[in-house]
C-alpha cells in the first residue's frame, strides 16, 4: 500500500509537472508578448505550493548591469531600490558568470546576499540562468519562505521553465528587432521621397524636418541650422514651439553649446536626461523648459560641415546611441538632396552668367 501511494503521489507530481510545462510552452509559442507569456508562466509558478515569490533579472546589452525584468509576489521596495545590480555584485552575477543553477536553502545566512535582498524575508531559493544559445542571459529566482533546498524534481521542472522563458525572451527579441527593421525602412523610404521632391535648398531642407517629424518616434520639434561664417541660421522648422524652445532665425552660440558642438566636431550630440538645470547643454532651450531629450546630427556638402539637424522630444530616453546608424543613413539621403540642390543653384549660377554675358555683346 505504501509502494502504491508512493507511485500515485509520484503520477500526480508528474501529470502536474506535465501541465505546468504544457501551459508555459503554449504561452511561448502562441504570443510575442512577452509580458503575456510572464503573466502565465509567473501565474502558474506561484500557484505551486513551495514557490511564495519570483524574481528575474536580464543582463543588459554591455553587460554592466541585471536588469530587474519580472517579478511576482515582491514589494514594492524591493523592486525601487534593488532594480540594477552592477556586474560582480552578489549572487545573481555569480551565476551568471558561472552559468550554473543554485540551490540554498537559507539565503539569510549567504554571505554573498546584500541587505536589500535579505529584507525579502525568503529563506530557500533556487536561482537558474537564463540563456540564449551558449549565452546567460539573465537570472531567474524561485523562492520561499521556509528553510528548504528544492528537490531535484523541483529543480528539473524550473530549469523546464526557464528553458521556456529564455525561448520566449529570444523569440521576442528577434520579433523586435524585424519589427525595428522594417519600420526603419519605412522611415528611410519616406523621408527619402520627402527630401527628393525638389532641388530648392530651401524645400529641400524644409521637408526633411517635416518628414523627420512625421515619421520619427517622439521627435517634438526638428529644427535645421546652416552655417555661415560664424553664424547658425534656421532655415527649417517642423513642431509646435510651445516647449520654452526658442529657435532664433540667427544666432551665435556659445562655443559650448550643442550646434557648434556639432559644427566644430563634425559628431552626433546625445543629451538623453535633460533636466531643469542642465538646458544650457542645447542652445535654444530657455531654462524651464519642458524637454526631456535632444540629439544633433552634422549635415555635410562635400565633406565639409554646414549644418546640424536639431531633434527635441518631451520624453527623457528617447534617443538610443545604437540608433545614430540609421539616423546616420536618413542623414545621408538629406546630403544627397543638398547635393542635388547645389547642383542645380550651381547650374542656374552658370545659365545666368551667360545670358548676361551673351546679352551684352555688342
Known amino acids: 500500500e505504501k509502494k502504491i501511494t508512493a507511485l500515485a503521489q509520484d503520477l500526480d507530481r508528474r501529470n502536474r509537472d506535465l501541465n505546468i510545462l504544457y501551459t ?52 514594492e521596495s524591493y523592486t525601487t531600490n534593488v532594480s540594477r545590480i552592477p556586474k560582480g555584485i552578489g549572487i545573481t552575477w555569480k551565476i551568471i558568470e558561472s552559468g550554473k543553477p543554485l540551490n540554498i536553502e537559507d539565503i539569510q545566512m549567504n554571505k554573498d546576499v546584500g541587505p536589500g535582498g535579505k529584507k525579502l524575508g525568503h529563506h530557500g531559493i533556487l536561482g537558474i540562468p537564463l540563456t540564449a544559445g551558449k549565452t546567460v542571459i539573465g537570472v531567474i529566482y524561485f523562492a520561499s519562505y521556509k528553510n528548504r533546498m528544492f528537490d531535484e524534481s523541483e529543480v528539473s521542472l524550473f530549469s523546464s521553465i526557464s528553458d521556456h522563458i529564455s525561448l520566449a525572451i529570444s ?18 523610404s519616406s523621408i527619402t521621397r520627402s527630401v527628393h521632391q525638389s532641388i530648392d535648398l530651401k524645400h529641400v531642407l524644409q521637408n526633411a524636418s517635416e518628414s523627420i517629424k512625421h515619421t520619427i518616434d517622439n521627435a517634438d520639434n526638428v529644427a535645421i541650422y546652416m552655417a555661415h561664417g560664424i553664424e547658425a541660421a534656421l532655415s527649417a522648422y517642423a513642431g509646435n514651439n510651445d516647449m520654452f524652445a526658442k529657435f532664433y532665425d540667427v544666432f551665435v552660440p556659445e562655443m ?6 556639432i559644427l566644430n566636431e563634425g559628431k552626433p ?21 519642458c524637454v526631456g531629450s535632444y540629439l544633433g546630427v552634422p549635415v555635410r556638402y562635400k565633406k565639409r560641415i554646414i549644418g546640424s539637424i536639431n531633434i527635441i522630444s518631451f520624453e527623457k530616453n528617447v534617443f538610443d546611441g545604437k540608433e545614430l546608424g540609421f539616423f546616420s543613413v536618413v542623414v545621408k539621403q538629406i546630403e544627397s538632396a543638398i547635393d542635388n540642390a547645389g547642383m542645380a543653384e550651381a547650374l542656374r549660377e552658370s545659365e545666368k552668367k551667360y545670358r548676361e554675358l551673351y546679352e551684352n555683346v555688342p
Open 24 to 75: 508555459v510552452t503554449k504561452a511561448v509559442h502562441q504570443s510575442l508578448d512577452l509580458k503575456d507569456v510572464y503573466r502565465i508562466a509567473l501565474d502558474t509558478i506561484v500557484a505551486l505550493d513551495n514557490v511564495d515569490m519570483v524574481v528575474a533579472y536580464l543582463v543588459n546589452e554591455s553587460r554592466t548591469e541585471a536588469v530587474l525584468e519580472i517579478h511576482r509576489n515582491v514589494p
Open 269 to 289: 550630440v546625445i543629451y538623453n536626461d535633460i533636466t531643469p538645470d542642465s538646458v544650457e547643454r542645447v542652445d535654444f532651450l530657455e531654462p524651464g523648459a
Open 171 to 188: 523569440k521576442a527579441k528577434l520579433y523586435e528587432e524585424l519589427r525595428k527593421k522594417n519600420k526603419r525602412e519605412k522611415i528611410l
Open 256 to 261: 559650448n553649446g550643442a550646434t557648434w558642438k
